[in-house]
């Protein structure tokens, strides 16, 4: 079954995938398929916007900074090492004499020259080694550089400058290992890295090339050791398969927890494999939870590292192990052990974390009253702040392009607590109103923040943005609305019922409490668009008085806007194309609610019958031919979690219209006294058999026994909204 | 000195005589006419018998594919990458007096996708193409060729990327030479010294109805409506055959001419020009574009293929 949901998802995402179709829509993801399991921290050092990019970086930088002067800005250290290319630093060391802005150049130049000559060796070792990799490499190539691999190996190799002997050692290391010189490598750090302090950069720099090394010296098990040593989970599992061991991650973690139970490596081992847990179960959540040995394994290997002692950061294991026991169902148990996390040692990082799991685990666990509403307000606030102060250019392009999912943690994460935990439990509670009020943030909040519209074409082969709207601008454009009818909020007020649809636009135009103007003002509550929403749905369970005072307040400029048209004339039998108007649903009120109170009035039984059948048809036409009157399915694409499960044709708003069409449509046939007025109805129903056999003297009689063969009743039995009434 | 003289103008008037072809095709500006060879595999490795056609027949051109550039996927950034693919391999050495010309063949993929970054490409094909010659040898290179079954959709992209090869070999004393295809003799040439002309996959291999797809001049004839080409060309001929299986008249595979195994509803066509056929192209094509600025090739050298064709066939075939 997960399957074939699975097929039908991607079908639809194919399908859906182009904005030339009318039916595109943008992916808002799915909550429950965000992912909240965060331990691992991949942005660069605050400090110093370069740790990240290449490890170490930050630290490197304060090192040189020691080894030259503490007056030198870090930002001038990292450009000279790391951006500076090769012919950039040979024009430097060509003209030392020259004054140079970058203070770490000046110095390197004009006072310590030793630094100048290590840092060309090196440029010209990474150059080389990064043109070696390259697949258009051959030997032999022109390098472009003045000195061969051998050449750097050999001179770093014989450098005895103390201050610089451990750098020279590394890029020694580098260069060998490039020339597959393997066991020269193992060699130099027996003999000398080995024996640096645990906490030198360099050691640690070169310690992966010996771990790789031994590796390719056939010792897999030594590599295993050292790659466990600093921490790396993926390469310790790729080289026991390729050894031919089988070695799961979570014993590779238990190993790098033995030896290095605080490496920076396990973090993103742990995120990247819980995450597979996460998403493995919530992604299905038709499925049980599986309690796999490996989740076994993990979860007990947490508890040990959130107690033993060797960890810096227990809280980190607390709430990993809070996450799997709430994976396996166990809010209560979760509850508890992220109790330990909130009061164990932590990192700022992870104490948002924690945060973020206690919403989760209070919309799962608390009673929803309002003490828990003032909670919730309170922590969707400072979720808020973390939704504004962390967006970046990144997720500002994904989210004009109209995607939102799990490419943003804090959007996602107030995502999945909302729209998964709270809003199911705020509609069993009752509180349908808060429910929508929260599922219209959840939906709305980061397209409010970024509040861009990119619209994309292919042009000259290329898909690009072909025009950039403000949100309100998108909005009223004449382009069809393809996000607000493709929500969860929309999904949610077109399924929960005309009285809570319409009570949630009053409170979106009236709010009581900072708690709704805090949700209004975060979600988007046009008041066109709630208005067409609730006068549709007035539409909908036949309250054509209401549905005219609400769509009687839908501006023009947005009732071009519509994404559903009318085609045909709402008061025909017969499918009768008409020129299409903006302000169909309005007009289509409007007469329905004319029609009710004339035959109300009226009191001749022809005429009333007429007027009657014409109402009836109405009543019919709104749910077949012009299903756009009273709903938007079929005019938009929007595939979740109540939609697809509602039949549309047979619901019990449509199951009570279609009754009241007939039992209207008998009572005319009933009432009528003059057989030109029965006539008439029976062709306006165009039963023009039944004109034919019972009024075949009528004016409507001739005709039909003039034409029948024109006629379509006489031979198209599968006339469906002909034989309706029948 | 009156002697000298004499000989001056003798070797002039000979040399105008010889000549390099017809007026149609005489303005290579490398004259030499020599006999030659593609050599089209992925491992370089003469036998014996290679090296001593090769002697028997005054072959000292061996056009030589280096690589295929190629677009594979990146899984790293979920693009794709433009690659040199099947580098070839050299497990012999190249024969004494061989001038080796290194050739790659661009798939049209690749070159869609080098689309705005053809200097950059040039650049590299070019020199791992000089890198590989020298690394394995292959002595003093005077010309380098590009094989691409271009189009007019690409063709603006093709021309950038020769015109960038072409500048940098000039300046290091060398030629580009391009592959023609039959269908591209339609189009302008791309920015080169000159081309040849590729004599060989003329019918469509895929249709069953095909008599031969190596080579029939009824494929021929139709592209032989105008007179000349804008650079020099020569013309590479087919010297091989193989086996076109079919399955309920489908394409299945290409065999070796050797293999007769069909199941049901399987039928092999098997072609190889005949000499004769050849020949008739030859003369054909003669006439329509005049004879060889450089000299004939073969296509390709593979004992096991050449052993179907007498000396003197070959002679015939290569005769200028």
Redesign the interface.
């Known amino acids: 079954m997960k399957y074939l949901r699975f097929f039908l998802i991607s079908v639809v995402s194919i399908l859906s995938d182009s904005e030339v179709f009318a039916c595109w829509v943008p992916w808002v993801d799915m909550p429950r398929w965000n992912n909240m399991y965060r331990v691992y921290d991949n942005q660069p050092e605050p400090t110093l916007d370069i740790e990240g990019h290449y490890p170490g970086a930050g630290r490197n930088c304060e090192e040189w900074q020691e080894l030259t002067s503490k007056a030198i800005p870090l930002e001038d250290i990292y450009q000279v090492v790391y951006q500076m290319t090769l012919e950039e630093f040979e024009a430097v060391y060509e003209n030392r004499n020259a004054a140079y802005k970058n203070k770490f150049t000046e110095w390197i130049t004009k006072k310590d020259t030793s630094i100048l000559d290590f840092l060309l060796l090196a440029k010209n070792n990474e150059y080389i080694r990064l043109k070696r990799n390259s697949r258009w490499y051959y030997p032999s190539m022109n390098m472009g550089t003045g000195m061969t691999l051998e050449e750097v190996a050999e001179k770093a190799l014989a450098n005895k400058d103390n201050r610089l002997r451990d750098r020279y050692l590394l890029q020694g290391v580098r260069a060998l290992f490039s020339l597959s010189k393997y066991n020269e490598c193992i060699e130099l750090w027996e003999t000398e890295i080995s024996s640096l302090p645990d906490d030198n950069l360099m050691r640690q720099l070169v310690q992966p090339y010996i771990a790789g090394a031994e590796f390719h010296a056939n010792r897999a098990d030594k590599a295993v050791e050292y790659f466990a040593q600093i921490g790396d989970v993926q390469s310790m599992l790729f080289c026991m398969n390729r050894a031919g061991e089988e070695i799961s991650t979570v014993d590779a973690l238990e190993l790098v927890c033995e030896h290095a139970p605080n490496s920076n490596f396990i973090e993103k081992a742990l995120q990247s494999y819980v995450r597979k847990f996460e998403s493995s179960w919530e992604f299905w959540r038709e499925d049980e939870f599986v309690k796999t040995p490996a989740y076994e394994k993990l979860y007990a290997l947490s508890i040990e590292m959130a107690r033993g002692g060797n960890s810096n950061n227990p809280a980190m294991w607390y709430y990993t192990a809070a996450f799997l026991a709430d994976l396996d169902g166990n809010a209560a148990k979760a509850s508890y052990l992220l109790g330990q996390a909130e009061s164990s040692k932590s990192t700022p990082y992870i104490d948002e974390s924690i945060k973020v799991f206690r919403i989760y685990l209070d919309a799962k666990l608390l009673p929803y009253n309002s003490s828990y509403e003032d909670r919730l307000f309170a922590q969707l606030k400072w979720l808020d702040i973390k939704i504004q102060d962390n967006i970046d250019d990144h997720v500002r392009a994904e989210t004009a392009r109209g995607y939102i999912g799990d490419n943003y943690y804090w959007n996602g994460a107030m995502r999945r607590i909302v729209l998964s935990e709270v809003c199911p439990r705020m509609i069993k509670a009752g509180k349908k109103v808060r429910a929508l009020q929260l599922a219209n943030m959840a939906d709305n909040r980061l397209f409010s923040l970024v509040n861009e519209w990119n619209l994309y074409d292919w042009v000259d082969d290329e898909y690009k943005v072909v025009k950039t709207y403000t949100m309100n601008g998108y909005r009223y454009s004449d382009r069809f609305n393809r996000l607000d009818y493709s929500n969860h909020f929309f999904e949610m007020i077109d399924s929960i019922g005309v009285d809570n649809a319409i009570q949630y636009v009053q409170r979106a135009n009236r709010p009581q409490s900072d708690f709704d103007r805090f949700l209004n003002s975060r979600g988007y509550t046009g008041s066109d668009y709630l208005n067409d929403i609730a006068g549709t749905q007035c539409l909908r369970n036949m309250r054509y008085k209401e549905a005219l005072e609400y769509l009687g307040k839908v501006s023009e400029a947005y009732k071009t806007h519509h994404n559903v048209y009318m085609e045909y004339d709402p008061f025909s039998a017969d499918r009768k194309a008409i020129e299409q108007e903006s302000d169909f649903r309005y007009g289509f009120a409007r007469e329905m609610y004319s029609l009710e109170q004339s035959f109300n009035i009226v009191a001749e039984p022809n005429r009333k019958a007429q007027l009657m059948v014409k109402y009836a048809l109405g009543i019919r036409n709104s749910f077949d031919l012009c299903w756009g009157l009273t709903q938007y399915y079929w005019g938009t694409t929007y595939w979740r979690q109540v939609c697809e499960k509602r039949d549309w044709e047979s619901d019990d708003i449509t199951k009570a219209a279609l009754e009241r069409a007939k039992e209207l449509i008998n009572l005319a046939c009933d009432m009528v006294t003059d057989d030109e007025a029965g006539a008439n109805i029976q062709y306006m129903l165009c039963h023009f058999e039944t004109v034919a056999r019972n009024y075949p003297n009528t004016e409507k009689g001739r005709l039909v026994r003039g034409k029948c063969d024109n006629l379509c009743d006489h031979h198209a039995e599968s006339c469906r909204w002909h034989s309706l009434f029948k | 000195m009156e002697h000298l003289l004499k000989v001056i103008f003798l070797l002039i008037g000979a040399s105008v005589f010889m000549g390099c072809g017809d007026e149609r095709n005489a303005t290579a500006n490398r004259c030499a006419k020599r006999n030659s060879v593609y050599y089209w595999e992925t491992v370089f490795e003469l036998d014996s018998t290679e090296r001593s056609f090769l002697q028997r027949h005054s072959i000292s051109r061996i056009y030589l594919r280096m690589f295929d550039v190629a677009t594979e996927p990146d899984f790293l950034n979920g693009t794709s ?1 433009i ?2 693919i099947a ?1 070839t391999k050299f497990a012999s050495s190249i024969p004494d007096n061989i001038e080796i010309v290194p050739v790659t063949y661009i798939t049209i993929d690749a070159l869609r996708a080098m689309a705005g970054k053809e200097p950059e490409f040039a650049s ?1 094909i070019v ?2 193409l000089l ?2 010659a ?2 394995n040898k292959c002595g003093k290179i005077s010309e380098i060729q590009l094989d691409c079954d271009w189009t007019s959709t690409t063709k603006n992209s093709y021309n950038r990327l020769c015109e960038t090869v072409k500048d940098a070999l000039s300046s290091k004393g060398m030629d580009l030479s391009i592959t023609v295809r039959l269908h591209q003799l339609r189009e302008t040439p791309p920015p080169a010294d000159r081309g040849v002309l590729m004599l060989y996959n003329t019918g469509a291999l895929k249709n069953a109805e095909t008599y031969n797809s190596i080579l029939h001049i009824d494929d021929v004839v139709p592209y032989m409506k105008q007179d000349g080409y804008a650079i020099p060309l020569d013309y590479a001929f087919p010297v091989f055959g193989w086996g076109v299986k079919f399955k309920n008249n489908k394409f299945v595979s290409i065999v070796s001419y050797d293999n007769h195994d069909i199941s049901d509803n399987e039928f092999i066509r098997y072609e190889r020009p005949a000499a004769s056929e050849i020949l008739e192209v030859k003369k054909l094509v003669g006439q329509k574009l005049g004879k060889p600025a450089n000299g004939n090739i073969l296509y390709h050298l593979d004992e096991a293929q050449l052993e179907n064709y007498t000396d003197y066939e070959i002679s015939q075939i290569l005769f200028n």
């Open positions: 990458q690659v040199p580098t590299l020199e791992r890198a590989m020298s690394y």
